[in-house]
């Protein structure tokens, strides 16, 4: 088990590797703590029938080992414009981030923080070079999110444009990305089949 301390020693909390005995405590976490509307979220189109990116979904337990907290990264990728006077484009990828969501009733642990650092810890020692999200300028920032790099990305569906918002993990790797974000990775059947085989 991949346990780590949280950032306060003293804190009555672990994160941990979600494992598959963790799905219905998340979702139950993610239904009370943002409602049943967190299913129809433009960045869940995205998730919809995917894994999360290898290694990067991570659950906070508290003392008693109930899920108190969780956040997911996904792969997704959009366009990059390699050379605009020759008009060459490729792929970018990236990671994006969520949901995050902690209990209501801990909101002011540090269950967030923790796993927000954790997560972004974890994307970079494993090198991916970029993190996005929908969510809150001012709650993000303290994390290095701003909106200078997302100005010509877009999420599939509805969607307010200043909540997309990056953190490059190796400069320059947003350099050029454009348009709609797409879904990229694991299938989540296809895991499903290979367990099975």
């Not at 346990?3 to 994160?15: E, S, W």
């Not at 990236?94 to 954790?118: Q, W």
């Not at 929908?134 to 569906?157: E, Q």
Request: glycine share 12%; net charge positive; proline share 6%.
């Amino acid at each position: 088990m991949n346990t780590v301390p949280a950032i306060d020693p003293t804190a009555a909390f672990t994160i941990e590797a979600e494992t598959p005995r963790d799905v219905a405590g998340r979702d139950a976490l993610l239904d009370r703590a943002m409602g049943p509307r967190w299913r129809r979220k433009s960045s869940e189109k995205l998730r919809r029938g995917r894994l999360p990116a290898e290694g990067l979904a991570f659950v906070a337990r508290d003392a008693d080992g109930r899920v108190v907290g969780t956040v997911r990264l996904w792969d997704v990728m959009v366009e990059r414009e390699i050379s605009p006077r020759r008009g060459e484009i490729g792929n970018c990828r990236a990671l994006l981030l969520g949901p995050l969501a902690v209990d209501p009733a801990m909101k002011s642990a540090g269950i967030g923080s923790a796993l927000m650092r954790h997560a972004i810890a974890e994307a970079a020692r494993r090198g991916h070079g970029a993190v996005l999200l929908v969510g809150d300028a001012p709650y993000y920032a303290r994390f290095g999110f701003s909106a200078g790099k997302t100005g010509a990305l877009a999420m599939p569906g509805p969607y307010e444009k200043h909540r997309i918002l990056a953190l490059e993990l190796d400069a320059g790797a947003l350099d050029g990305a454009r348009g709609v974000l797409k879904a990229a990775g694991r299938k989540a059947e296809a895991a499903r089949l290979a367990r099975a085989a």
